[in-house]
């Protein structure tokens, strides 16, 4: 019997483990920020990082986490149905980007302490426009914009902390077709290198 698991089954999992590690911490952060830090004007989130984390392992398929993150931080801080849509669209709008990764390659993001930065700085930019624009309609002004930046500005400076300490994980940053490609070619070359 062939134990193995499909890529697509690898990846279902792996964004489930990503998805449940992001509803923990926000859900954490975010009774923690109501509750212990009442009046505070800025919170901190987990969320970004597991975006982006997500985003170097998975590109697109790093929408599963955004959303779970704003659906989280909805839940935990009994939003209205209208705040709901704001913060997990607005989430989704961080993928924007992964057009980073279509001008250079993830590895060359990941080894750059300012491409990190810049690729963290442009999801947190766009994160914080994503949820103004969706809160537009319900009369949302430019305080609202400036709102959403100034508040998450600690999430920024985590989730770069966060991506920067984990690169040195192997694996962890990394494309994961790519890099279940260079585990096997590993062991295949340690293999043929065991026979001689």
């Known amino acids: 019997m062939d134990n193995r698991i499909t890529f697509k089954q690898y990846r279902n999992v792996d964004l489930l483990i990503f998805s449940i590690v992001t509803a923990v911490g926000e859900c954490i952060a975010t009774l923690a920020t109501s509750r212990w830090f009442v009046g505070q ?52 709008f961080a993928l924007i980007s992964l057009i980073y990764f279509k001008l250079m390659s993830k590895s060359r993001v990941r080894s750059s302490f300012l491409l990190t930065l810049v690729l963290a700085s442009t999801s947190y930019v766009a994160m914080a426009l994503g949820r103004w624009l969706l809160s537009l309609p319900f009369g949302a002004g430019l305080a609202e914009l400036v709102g959403f930046l100034v508040s998450d500005i600690l999430s920024l400076l985590f989730a770069t902390l966060i991506l920067w300490t984990c690169r040195a994980v192997d694996g962890l940053i990394e494309d994961q077709k790519a890099y279940l490609f260079r585990l096997e070619k590993e062991r295949q070359k340690d293999a043929y290198g065991d026979e001689e």
């Open 41 to 92: 004007p800025m919170a901190i989130s987990i969320t970004l990082a597991m975006i982006l984390i997500a985003m170097h392992r998975w590109s697109g398929y790093a929408a599963i986490v955004a959303v779970v993150g704003g659906a989280v931080f909805s839940i935990a801080s009994s939003a209205s149905p209208e705040q709901f849509l704001i913060y997990c669209g607005g989430n989704v």
